[in-house]
Structure formats: structure tokens, C-alpha cells
């Protein structure tokens, strides 16, 4: 459904010290520097895919998105959605995408979010029975209830986001660009939200490409990751294997029956203590002395419960984005 090849997107941008001279002198000579945004990146997203791109502010998932949804054009490379090339913004192509970004708002200020609807019905002439149809499904998938009859500037961050995503999805898309879908909602609100992305999803069989900083949105919506690092991908595959790849450790949480003061603690030295409270312990283990540190705790603590995880996967990520960082500045 999505398949990106060798795509760069670069910019030409001026750079001067501050001053008037230098002001002066940038009238008649502009030296310019090369910003590699994206730079020779390549994946395929098959139908039906839920796919999170992940990167930290700057890593180029804002600007991949863009280009496939035909808002920038490559500077080299292709790619291609549902067939189309996204630079020449096909009426076609345009019926088969929908792009929500968190930090704009297409809903119209002072009107209610029902005739921005119509609006977008008007503009993908979308036929009355399948637009009435499909605003009754979304409303009933998005609980909006009367949302849709009151301005838009009356309604909450949250209120808003549920009527962006009818607006954006009232002619059906096949593929949705999702940039910041649950930026600034509450607990509550983001777990709608991505349980509403993942039901049209499993209904309607659309594609998914999701830019998110909450790695909750990721570990509840996508099995697969891409992962950019200044313009690059540095990881593409099951979102499970890569904290395997990273951080091979694993958290061994212990709860305890009564509290273990920490002298009393008999733990064997590649052991970290992480976290310790009068009822808690959280071990960080290498996989190959898990069996030991399982075994003593059996043995010499009062447990309750115990579980083995994975580290956090924003730890994860952090320690991801770092490497990156490092290896670009080596490059450099």
C-alpha cells in the first residue's frame, strides 16, 4: 500500500551571525547549508498495516508524512500510495488518504464541526446516504453525541480531536496519516482515541502510519516499528524484538508479603537494584543470570508476586535516539 524508496528530502537553508553587518553583508552574499530532513530512506507498509514512525523532534517522521500525503515533494527518490505518486495530488489518490495531524485543526473556528463535515463531503463528493451513514458510524465509534451540532470553539482539546477524526475520515480512506493524533489529551481521552484508530482500522482494513511521542500509543496500535534518526531509519521490524536489540536486560518486579530492609537484601552481584520500596522490588538482570537472580529471590525473599518485563520501552527508545545521536556526530 506504501512503498517508499531512497527518498531524501533536503533543504537549501541561510545561516548568518547576528549583527547588522552580517545583515548587511547577507543582501549580497548568502552562503547556504544542506539540511538533510530525509535522507535515502526506504520501507514498504503493506494494506491493513499498523505501522508507528518513531523518532525524536527533527528525525524526519513529520516530514515522511508530508511527502507521502503530496504536501512536499522529494528531492530524490519515489513513492508511491495505493498506487499514486503523492506529488501530483490525483483526485484519486486524495479519496484513498486522510492525514490528522494533533497540532492543527481543520474544524472551521466559529462554526459547529457539522458543517466542516459537509464541507468535506461537498469536496470529496461523498453521496448523501454513504456520508449520513458513515458520520452515524463514526459518531457512534467516537461517542460524539451533540459535539458536531456546537462551535468549534467551544468545544475542548479532546472535543476537537474526536470531530478532526470524523472530518478527516467522512469520504473513507484506505490509509491514514496520523501525525500527534493524542498530543495534550488526558488518560481517558487517549485511550479513546486509540481504541477508535484501531477499530477502523480492523473494520475498514485501513493502513496506518502513525508519528507518535506517547509510547503508549505505540505499544497499544503497532506491532511494527520504524524508527528515524536524523533523517535515517535505524530500526524497521516487530516492535517486541526491539528492545531485544537495545537492552538485552530484563526487570525482575518482586512484591513482598512484609517489608525487606535493603541490608537483608541477598542478591548476586550483576544484580541492580532499580527500584525498592517496603512492599516492591525491581531487579534490572542480564538474560543469562535470570535463572540465579529467580532462584535466590525464591529462596530468600517473602514474595507475594513476582514478574519477569521487558525495560520500559520509552527507556528503550531514549537509549536508541542516543546511540543515533552518537553515531551521526561521529559521522559529522
Known sequence: MIAVKNLSKHYSVHKRPPGALAALRSLFVRPLETVKAV????FDVAAGERVALLGENGAGKTTTLKVLSGLLHATHGTATVAGHDPRRRERAF???IGLVTGQRQRLIWDLPAEETFELHRAVYDVPRGEF????????DWLDLGDLPKRPARELSLGERMKCELAAALV???SVLFLDEPTIGLDVSLQLAVRRFIQRYNEERGATVLLTSHYM???AALCPRVIVMGKGRIAYDGPLDALAERVRRDKLLVLRLSRPVEA???LLSSPTVVVEHTDLKLVLRVEPEHLQAALAGALASLPL???????PPLAE??????????AKHEAEA
Open 316 to 325: 528503550v527508545m531514549a537509549e536508541l535516539f542516543a546511540r543515533e545521536r
Open 171 to 173: 469520504h473513507r480512506p
Open 94 to 96: 486524495l479519496g484513498r
Open 304 to 310: 507475594h508476586d513476582l514478574t519477569v518485563e521487558d
Open 132 to 139: 449520513d451513514a458513515t458520520l452515524r458510524e463514526l459518531g
Open 39 to 42: 535522507d535515502d530512506v526506504s
Open 216 to 218: 503508549d500509543d505505540v
Open 263 to 265: 541490608k537483608d537484601l
